[in-house]
């Protein structure tokens, strides 16, 4: 690996996420005990800096980084974009969050160096272009993301679910890191193209697809896709729910970010117009569409069981990881791009679904559905919006998450995998079940408290936010297509 300064460049967002976590342990050491909201101010100004660089530099082509380790191109700008604009969600509503900051704001402000270095190797993920970095960026998400789950150090459940989250996190890792020791020694390759023209060539196909499935656990345990989904409901539900909600949106996404430039640069073979096949006769594909079928399956029966409205969200979630599969599998244009607009669309009513979850609790002091009893007539705007982000998570028009999931099950009609879609459209009806279980605790029961909530005027305006676009979006929708679409015709070598 060779270092140019002239990389650095291209590396300004990421560069400035990494300064701003420096900065937030400072300002943290240098103001304690005196303002508690120094150090978000700190991640915000960071974050919005970083955000208005990418936006205002974006990458004309690729550029390879640190050798060829790291590539900037229009698809890794796409998930600087998204991952900014997440942490900057997730920093304001977590300094309204009792879970995060204390009932009295005794937990300090290093939570926000925890975001703002999440946010760093999140980016990086997405520019992965090497087996090591691949490994380095999804280890320290993974780390980081273990700090943040025990975060609440006082709450035996959340401690609980770090530990959950650390111990299949060291199995998942062990397995990705001998599954890159396989595909290097089969090729002599590090980078993903190298593996690509290696691989192209022929070789032990039995090893290549035994190293695809050990990487595909690494990464299947980010995005918790089924079988290595054991952690996601118990960490959801011990982890601070703000934690829970970037956990959701965040990692999740760099997840699919780093599944799709790995496969789609090492494993798949293209002519150049469009048309695309797995290299050899590995039938990746296939494997993973029978996973994106108990994926969504498995996802959507167990939610229906829950009581408690972070577990429900946590086997939503998983649910979510079958559809966005079913892009994947594809091996096309409009699959791939479906899967990042729906990355968008997701982002944005599980974040709203969170945030109402943590002005509850604030309150309440419960997750159940049970206590969201008569919420509908207490907090009339707050329960309305609710349904709002619940309808778009069960893809109901005229929503953004009914946008989403047209373009994904069109894509996969149109890639002859109509069982797919049809299977995925029998799951969205299950899931309609179980969402609506939460709007008729709010509407149609009753509490025996009376009055309003007196929930924070802060969490109400994100609150409006992002339901805003839920709605909106639902009904224009081109610009966010044209992004994403522009974003993945760059990573297919447009």
């Not at 970083?50 to 191109?73: E, K, S």
């Not at 002599?188 to 070789?203: P, W």
């Amino acid at each position: 690996m060779s270092f140019n300064w002239s990389d650095a460049a291209f590396f300004w967002p990421e560069a400035i996420m990494a300064l701003t976590f420096v900065a937030c342990l400072l300002t943290d050491l240098l103001t304690r005990e005196r303002r508690h909201g120094a150090t978000l101010s700190v991640l915000i100004l960071g974050a919005v800096v970083a955000l208005a660089v990418a936006v205002a530099n974006p990458p004309r082509g690729a550029h390879d980084i640190m050798g060829t380790m790291m590539v900037v191109d229009p698809y890794a700008q796409f998930f600087r974009v998204l991952f900014l604009a997440v942490t900057l969600i997730v920093a304001v509503f977590s300094f309204s969050s009792r879970e995060i900051m204390g009932a009295d704001r005794e937990n300090k402000g290093e939570y926000y160096a925890y975001l703002a270095v999440l946010c760093f190797g999140m980016m990086v993920m997405a520019e992965a272009n090497n087996l090591v970095m691949l490994v380095l960026s999804i280890e320290l998400v993974s780390i980081t993301s273990y700090i943040l789950a025990g975060y609440a150090r006082m709450s035996l459940r959340s401690s609980e679910a770090s530990l959950k989250y650390v111990l299949w996190g060291a199995v998942s890792s062990g397995l990705m890191l001998y599954g890159a020791s396989i595909l290097y020694g089969l090729s002599g390759a590090m980078s993903f193209t190298g593996l690509h023209d290696r691989l192209v060539f022929g070789g032990n196909e039995l090893a290549t697809l035994t190293a695809c499935v050990l990487i595909l656990a690494g990464i299947g345990y980010k995005i918790s896709a089924v079988p290595f989904h054991f952690w996601t409901p118990d960490v959801y539900e011990g982890a601070p729910t703000p934690v829970a909600a970037i956990f959701a949106a965040g990692p999740k996404a760099a997840g699919f970010a780093l599944l799709i430039r790995f496969f789609y640069t090492a494993l798949v073979q293209s002519d150049g117009a469009g048309t695309m096949a797995a290299l050899s006769s590995i039938q990746w594909p296939w494997l993973l569409a029978f996973l994106s079928v108990i994926t969504m399956t498995w996802g959507n029966l167990a939610a229906i069981r829950q009581r408690n409205v972070k577990r429900l969200l946590a086997y939503s979630s998983i649910a979510h990881v079958g559809y966005l599969l079913i892009g994947f599998v594809l091996l096309s244009e409009a699959g791939l791009s479906a899967i990042l607009f729906y990355l968008i669309a997701y982002a944005i009513m599980n974040l709203g679904a969170f945030l109402v979850v943590i002005a509850l609790n604030n309150r309440l002091g419960s997750e159940d559905i049970d206590e969201y009893r008569g919420i509908g007539f207490r907090e009339p705007l707050l329960a309305v919006i609710m349904v709002v982000f619940l309808l778009s998570l069960a893809g109901i028009p005229p929503t953004f998450g009914f946008i989403a999931k047209f373009y994904l099950f069109a894509a996969a009609i149109d890639g002859q995998m109509g069982w797919l879609a049809f299977i995925a459209v029998l799951n969205s009806v299950i899931s309609l079940y179980y969402y609506m279980r939460i709007a008729k605790a709010m509407f149609f029961e009753h509490s025996e408290d009376e009055g309003g909530l007196g929930l924070s005027p802060v969490h109400m305006v994100l609150l409006v936010v992002l339901a805003v676009p839920t709605l909106v979006l639902g009904l224009y929708w081109s610009p966010v297509k044209a992004f994403a679409d522009a974003s993945m015709h760059w990573l297919l070598g447009g």
